[in-house]
């Protein structure tokens, strides 16, 4: 992965960052970008890549290691109300960040975030915006 490359790249599309998020191995997409090597993830894990500064990692503390490889300060979670409260502290300097994810599902191969996520992020003031250029760039 070329943080460096992935920051400009969100720079330049007025993105604040990209959010990564996967669950029981569904975004082969964050997978290669982020040149994670094959999981088993039975807990859902988020890495945030800001257009400056520090990547965040959280997930489970069930699966500490998934994120080791990958830049970044470490955070985990226990229960689904700890996650929520890390994730909305994690996303609260955001306004504006891409995920996998394509409005009306125009690039099907791109909307891989389930609509609960989605609901999830944007509880959070946050808006989503699709990640389409970014993948096709990395």
């Given amino acids: 992965m070329d943080l460096h490359a992935i920051q400009q790249a969100l720079r330049e599309q007025g993105i604040d ?36 500064g520090e990547p965040v990692k959280l997930n489970h503390r069930v699966e500490p290691r998934h994120l080791g490889t990958l830049a970044g300060a470490q955070q985990h979670y226990g229960g689904w109300r700890e996650l929520h409260e890390k994730l909305a502290a994690m996303l609260r ?16 191969s791109v909307s891989l975030v389930d609509g609960g996520t989605l609901e999830l992020i944007r509880s959070f003031g946050v808006e989503v915006v699709s990640s389409a250029d970014l993948v096709s760039r990395f």
């Fill in 17 to 52: 960052g990209w959010l990564f998020y996967d669950h029981h191995h569904r975004d082969e997409i964050a997978y290669s970008i982020l040149g994670l090597p094959e999981l088993h993830v039975t807990r859902r894990w988020f890495y945030l890549i800001p257009a400056a």
């Fill in 93 to 108: 300097p955001y306004r504006r960040v891409a995920m996998q994810y394509s409005p009306n599902n125009d690039i099907m």
